[in-house]
């Protein structure tokens, strides 16, 4: 089928709960810094002869810029897929002994880059909110592989963890799945496709910013086409990799294609206001929501997509982390499922400090302290772990202080606002 051939400019999104603000004035301020840092690396067309390029821009980024929360254990394992071994990645939060809910993760990247290391941010903040095993998948990319891989790795993955999830100290009676981008895709039609089968039941859908529509034509990403990470260049390039003929209208591929969507797991959706598909997520809430599925929406609408791999740097990362944590708690302990929407921007200081000095020369200043951080550790691992982590236990008494003064000024500057606007009228802060 060709590209166009099904293409459609989608209407306006219409439903419950949508974000009384799509879009703020102007980027949180640690997004913009991080933008202006990173333009020169993000955000061009990709081709076949440029994918392991992008492979290891987006590693090196992703790991250089995402926190190392620490967790009791991480362990791989090699499980069978319907094309043969896949890993799976295991992260064991610290606390009590004993089988634990579990979360499986399937990293994004547009099908064709991403990997179990861009995403162990996100993974071990995850475990460590939720108090649960999280099961990062390693699933088949494009073009090396189709569209239909990466979806059949991952429902091997969450039915060899229904069946031996003991084995990995996982209680398979508690089971949630997610993704974001391109991984949230493929957990939305992993959820539909193993509620068709009748397997385990999942008690909850995350989905960060999800590209569930791989054809139609939203109105953001004329909006937020150019400048905010993903870009439509970067879309509309992806196309050839990884349409390789399939009907990219088959729901197995594009789930919001799904006629029924009733009966499906409660869901928690990100977006984020920058974002090119940020319309995509906020339609499939929609379609949700007119299914009778309870949808939790966290909006971000100062924030761009992938921002959440960036947990060092942006607090609206670690707060969507937390967030995450709480909502899968929840579902967990089998408390009722939430439907509702919250959006979470940056608050501003106190008046008294802008006179003084500016709040974006505090945040860069942070930001450039963070990142010198980050990188440097991130090298030193590379070439050593070993030396790596004499060091920063030899470093830990000098690091320490300035640790805890830079989360305490970073969270004076940039902490993130909460208002639940649907239902109305409802602080969401805490």
């Known amino acids: 089928m060709g590209l166009d051939a099904t293409k459609k400019q989608h209407p ?68 069978d897929s319907p094309a043969g071994e896949i890993i799976l990645r295991v992260y064991t939060p610290k606390g009590p002994t004993g089988l634990k809910p579990a979360f499986l993760w399937c990293h994004g990247g547009g099908f064709v880059v991403g990997d179990l290391d861009s995403n162990d941010s996100i993974c071990r903040g995850v475990a460590h909110a939720a108090q649960a095993i999280v099961v990062a998948v390693r699933y088949r990319l494009a073009p090396e592989h189709d569209l239909y891989a990466g979806r059949d790795d991952f429902l091997a993955a969450l039915n060899w963890v229904a069946s031996h999830g003991a084995s990995i100290g996982v209680d398979s009676s508690l089971l949630a799945i997610g993704g974001d981008s391109a991984g949230g895709n493929i957990a939305a039609a992993v959820t539909q496709e193993n509620l068709r089968r009748g397997g385990q039941p999942v008690q909850l859908q995350v989905l960060v ?75 499939y809430a929609a379609q949700l929501r007119k299914a009778g599925v309870p949808v939790e929406l966290l909006h971000y609408p100062g924030q761009f997509h992938g921002f959440l791999n960036f947990d060092s740097i942006i607090g609206a990362a670690r707060d969507a982390l937390s967030r995450m944590g709480t909502s899968l708690g929840r579902a967990f302990r089998n408390a009722p499922p939430v439907d509702c929407s919250t959006e979470i921007s940056d608050q501003a200081p106190v008046p008294w400090l802008r006179p003084q000095i500016p709040t974006e020369l505090l945040t860069a200043a942070l930001l450039v302290g963070r990142s010198m951080r980050q990188f440097s550790s991130t090298t030193a691992r590379w070439l050593s772990p070993e030396i790596a982590s004499a060091a920063e236990c030899s470093l830990l008494p000098w690091w320490l202080p300035v640790a805890l003064m830079r989360r305490a000024l970073t969270a004076y500057l940039n902490l993130p606002a909460a208002h639940q606007t649907y239902p109305s009228g409802l602080d969401a802060s805490s």
């Open 12 to 79: 306006s999104i219409i439903g419950p709960g949508m974000p009384a603000t799509l879009r703020a004035r102007q980027l949180d301020r640690e997004a913009s810094l991080l933008l202006r840092a990173t333009s020169s690396l993000v955000g061009q067309p990709i081709s076949h002869e440029r994918v392991d390029k992008f492979r290891r821009s987006w590693r090196l980024l992703a790991v250089t810029y995402g926190r190392r929360v620490p967790v009791a254990s991480i362990v791989e394992h090699k499980i």
């Open 209 to 283: 910013y999800p590209a569930t529509d791989l054809l139609a034509e939203f109105a953001s990403k004329t909006e937020n086409g150019n400048g905010y990470f993903l870009t439509a260049d970067f879309i509309d390039s992806l196309l050839p990799l990884i349409e390789q003929g399939k009907d990219l209208t088959d729901p197995w591929i594009s789930p919001a294609r799904n006629s029924d969507l009733r009966g499906l797991p409660p869901a928690l959706i990100v977006t984020a206001g920058f974002d090119p598909i940020r319309d995509d997520g906020l339609s």
